[in-house]
């Protein structure tokens, strides 16, 4: 599978297509805001958008989502632990950067090793709370997509609502660091990194 990404917003969030290049199937993964720049991707590339994931639901994630979901028409997913902040403007910090919550629902609710499909590629499903309760990564061939879990050393903030540091520990420990050491990870802000370098050069993983 192919994977795109876009740079998005002022808090440069990294929005993701990832495409089966078969049948052209993809997966938008964090639709940050810029509905343009996300529309000319999807016309760039030629793909179909079968599902809109949200690695979690904060507002630098979630601003175009509503677009979208508008124009794609593809279902809308997210983690189970993670539905009710979707549409509300405190947990989902739009409150906070003064943004409108999404009005869209999510059409999947997703739980732990739960797989959806780009024509015969799977996209494994792994709960990583800690930066939100209901944070979720997305695996696929030898790549990790970790939303605001784990960066290029460093990892997610979690002071934020329903953020919980030892949640966060636990998931890049014991979830993202048992993943095969050549992983790479894309991550909702910055440049990719792999598990390897980050389990061996990350100085906030205690």
């Known amino acids: 599978m192919r994977t795109e990404r876009l740079i998005l917003g002022l808090l440069h969030t990294n929005c993701y297509i990832v495409y089966d290049e078969a049948t052209m199937e993809a997966a938008l993964i964090d639709p940050a805001t810029s509905i343009d720049k996300i529309t000319a991707k999807i016309e760039e590339l030629g793909v179909i958008i079968k599902y809109i994931i949200l690695t979690h639901a904060h507002s630098d994630h979630i601003c175009a989502l509503d677009n979208a979901a508008d124009y794609t028409k593809a279902r809308v997913c997210i983690g189970s632990l993670e539905e009710k902040a979707l549409n509300d403007s405190e947990l989902n910090l739009c409150n906070y950067f003064r ?12 739980n732990e090793n739960d797989t959806l499909f780009l024509g015969d590629n799977p996209l494994k499903i792994l709960f990583t709370p800690g930066h939100t ?13 970790t939303g605001d879990t784990l960066f290029y050393e460093s990892v997610g903030r979690s002071d934020f609502a329903t953020g919980n540091a030892t949640d966060l520990m636990n998931s890049i420990k014991n979830k993202l660091f048992k993943l095969p050491a050549d992983t790479i990870v894309y991550p909702g802000h ?11 050069n990350n100085p906030f993983v205690w």
């Not at 910055?190 to 061996?200: L, Q």
């Open 133 to 145: 309760a209901g944070g979720i990564s997305i695996i696929y061939d030898n790549c990790a997509i």
């Open 99 to 110: 943004n409108t919550s999404p009005i869209h629902k999510p059409d999947v609710i997703l």
């Open 190 to 200: 910055g440049e990719s990194t792999t598990i390897a370098h980050e389990i061996n």
